[in-house]
């Protein structure tokens, strides 16, 4: 067996299942899951007509580039949303979700010959990141983060060792958990850096269409493009439809930038057999080309968080994030930074699953930035995320330590 899956760390919902093993929780109470980020909205139903409207494809092999359609369709999508103009058969790829693509991407880029070959990762962080990087031969380097600053990455804390035998950086934003998005002056230090010591950002967009605010979040794209980047050199870009569209089932997304990472990345797809079928093709075309659902899908997020933080934010240190469907909130003193104790008591009691922090980063230093904070994801239908909310409201005026 390859040697390298042993150093893979336990899933976060692996872990999850065995913290929460033998708690029986009321049985009068439905089970609420806030735990795992599963879009739960209806999908759409101009999605679902063209799969029944494709399935004459299901008799022809599809190309792993994709159809010269679904290229365009992505290319001008891009070009809507961040203004940018890409070329669709050198700068575009359809991949099988985002986080399959986040994987590959390592085990294309990276170069496990070269001495110290590491990846660096925001801290808490995507655990595919950590993985990909293990299983491409390289080591991780995890940043330290400012809760001060909704636990931005601390990218001028790495020293210039760590940099100089980087190969690969991740970032994602909107974050995961935090929903934080990263600024313009934020982006021009990592291009300089990336074109200071030649490694290739991964940037991880999967959360771009789920925010709060008038303005869209900042993208990668859009950041190189304003900063005269034209060449998008060194960054490629990863969406995906499974949270804008509610389609987690479909695995539909995108890798768009320089197309030197581009050529190398479908060759290796090529090989790994990541063709993306031609009713998912189809309806991958039907759902990027339509923003009327992406609107009415945002408006239900909104009309959730505003909601659940008003009643959550006077007895959790919890705050609305810049876009993403997440909380990350500190649990209360009274847990003392205890915050498995708290998701295993919150089920125990309420029937509502939360994933405690600590499982979505890794100590740095003596330091674990998870700990003392869950992570509540507001997927499922309003109804289910009040009710939720009025349980956890109850826990916290009820529980005593």
Known sequence: MNPRLKRLFPYPFERLREINAGIEPP??????????????????ALVEQAIVQAL?????????????????ALAA????????????????????????????????VIDPSRPGATVVCPNPFYQIYEGAALLAGAETSFVASDPARSFAADWQAVP???????QLLYVCSPGNPTGAVMPLEEWRLLFELSDRHGFVI??????????????????????????????????????????????????????AGDARVIRPFLQYR?????????????????????EAHVESNRALYRAKFAQVVPMLAPLLEVQQPEAGFYLWADVPAAWAGDEI???????????????????????????????????????????????????????LTRTER
Request: charge should be neutral.
């Open 341 to 395: 104790a708290f998701a295993r008591e919150l089920l125990a009691q309420y029937n509502v699953q939360v994933l405690p922090g600590r499982l979505l980063a890794r100590e740095v230093d003596g330091l674990n930035p998870g700990a003392g904070r869950i992570r509540m994801a507001l997927v499922a239908a309003p109804d289910e995320c009040l009710e939720a909310a009025t349980r956890i409201v109850s826990f």
């Open 160 to 166: 210039d060792a760590v940099w100089a035998r980087t």
């Open 270 to 290: 090529t090989y790994h057999g990541s063709a993306m079928g031609g009713l998912v093709q189809r309806a991958s075309i039907a759902a990027w080309g339509d």
């Open 56 to 72: 004459p494809s299901l008799s022809s092999y599809p190309a792993t580039a994709g159809e010269p359609a679904l290229r365009e």
């Open 202 to 255: 991964a940037s991880d967009e999967c959360y771009s269409e789920i925010y709060f605010g008038n303005a869209p979040p900042l993208g990668s794209l859009q950041a190189a493009r304003a900063l005269g980047r034209d060449d998008l050199r060194n960054l490629v870009a990863f969406g995906s439809l499974s949270k804008r569209s509610n389609v987690p089932g479909l695995r539909s997304g995108f890798v």
């Open 27 to 44: 049985q009068g109470l439905r089970p609420i899951s806030l735990g795992i980020g599963e879009p739960r909205h209806a999908t759409p």
């Open 77 to 108: 999508w891009i070009g809507r949303r961040h203004g940018v103009a890409l070329d669709p058969a050198t700068q575009v790829l359809p991949v099988n979700g985002s986080r399959e693509a986040l994987f590959a991407i390592a085990q294309t």
